[in-house]
């Protein structure tokens, strides 16, 4: 069991304060007494905690990263991320605590109490997180990679979505196209995150403003989902008015589109354009690339580190939600309609 700081005060023969004082060296100690102190505290093997080291001054050089991993949770997106973050931390000469807990606030409130870290980082950001009140009434700097519905006083970054889908319609329209077809996540999922209704959202807006009519296709999550998403893209395909589709899911929903295509011997794009929104794979290496409009890991979570790095710094930064600017990637698979 490790020591207390009143046992080596005991053991040197002086008050906890002295012990503190000599440990950190936040005031003036007489050589004799800080020896006395670091002899009592090697002997019985006493370390200050990180909240000693932080109220000395010193930094941990340590970030947490807060990513509740829940059975639903879709791993490869979720780790580029903790990837992308690591990466990024390791430039800020940072390491990283990765805090999976899927009560997402509990870590985060565990490691403010104990100063173990320099800031955190919040990822799989809800609507109406818990985290967001949590970083409000703690001193360690927060930063959101991700935008909760309150983000109030609070330093968030992600891409901007509504600007994606707006880009994704507006390369549509111009192409022709008067009706589209979208595939998106379970409704379970526009509840528990943030951005697939920022995604939905944003392409009805958009639509609205291009006179688009917007055909949606909501699958459950799991096997069930599968078909599901088969039953809705053979309505959508069933519908002669709709000559593309925009998709905002992961990699085997997609590639279970392109399938579903194939077997109906549709092809891409001279019967039917697809867009991607907010892949973080390549769909450029799919069995048919398609156009997509990136979420970049790297670009949000280097803005965050650094953010986070600076706020541990003690430098000043303004509250507020950064959004990055969508870039189209044009893989061929838009052309205007039959």
């Known amino acids: 069991m490790m020591a207390k700081i009143h046992e080596v005060a005991e053991a040197a023969g002086v008050s906890i304060s002295t012990v503190s004082y000599a440990l950190s060296g936040k005031r003036s100690i007489s050589p004799s007494t800080r020896d006395r102190v670091e002899q009592a505290a090697a002997r019985l093997g006493y370390q200050p905690n990180a909240g000693a080291r932080m109220l000395a001054g010193r930094r941990t050089n340590i970030f947490a990263l807060t990513e509740p991993f829940r059975p639903d949770t879709h791993a490869p997106t979720h780790m580029s991320f903790v990837l992308a973050t690591s990466i990024a931390a390791r430039r800020f000469d940072y390491d990283i605590l990765l805090l999976t807990d899927a009560e997402a606030s509990a870590g985060m409130r565990r490691v403010s109490a104990s100063g173990l870290v320099d800031g955190i980082l919040v990822l799989d950001v809800a609507p109406r997180d818990d985290r967001v009140a949590l970083a409000r009434s703690i001193e360690v700097p927060t930063v959101f990679i991700g935008v909760p519905e309150d983000a109030e006083g609070l330093v968030c970054v992600d891409l901007d979505f509504e600007?994606?889908?707006?880009?994704?319609?507006?390369?549509?329209?111009?192409?022709?196209?008067?009706?589209?077809?979208?595939?998106?996540?379970?409704?379970?999922?526009?509840?528990?995150?943030?951005f697939p209704r920022r995604v939905r959202h944003g392409l009805e807006v958009a639509a609205q403003r291009r006179g688009i009519a917007l055909s949606v296709v909501s699958p459950r999550e799991g096997e069930a989902g599968r078909g599901d998403l088969r039953d809705g893209l053979r309505r959508l395909l069933q519908d002669s008015d709709?000559?593309?589709?925009?998709?905002?899911?992961?990699?085997?929903?997609?590639?279970?589109?392109?399938?579903?295509?194939?077997?109906?011997?549709?092809?891409?794009?001279?019967?039917?354009?697809?867009?991607?929104i907010g892949s973080?794979?390549?769909?450029?290496?799919?069995?048919?690339?398609?156009?997509?409009?990136?979420?970049?890991?790297?670009?949000?979570?280097?803005?965050?580190?650094?953010?986070?790095?600076?706020?541990?710094?003690?430098?000043?930064?303004?509250?507020?939600?950064?959004?990055?600017?969508?870039?189209?990637?044009?893989?061929?698979?838009?052309?205007?309609?039959?």
Request: glycine share 8%; charged share 20%.
């Open 163 to 194: 600007a994606a889908s707006a880009l994704a319609i507006d390369k549509l329209a111009d192409a022709g196209h008067g009706r589209v077809g979208f595939v998106g996540h379970s409704e379970d999922a526009y509840e528990r995150s943030n």
């Open 280 to 338: 973080t794979f390549d769909t450029g290496s799919l069995s048919t690339p398609i156009d997509r409009i990136p979420l970049d890991p790297h670009a949000s979570c280097e803005l965050a580190v650094e953010l986070a790095a600076r706020l541990a710094d003690g430098d000043t930064v303004e509250a507020g939600v950064r959004l990055l600017a969508p870039q189209y990637r044009d893989s061929g698979s838009v052309s205007p309609p039959r």
């Open 242 to 276: 709709v000559t593309a589709i925009a998709l905002h899911c992961d990699d085997s929903a997609h590639r279970l589109v392109l399938a579903e295509l194939a077997a109906a011997r549709l092809s891409v794009p001279g019967d039917v354009s697809l867009v991607s």
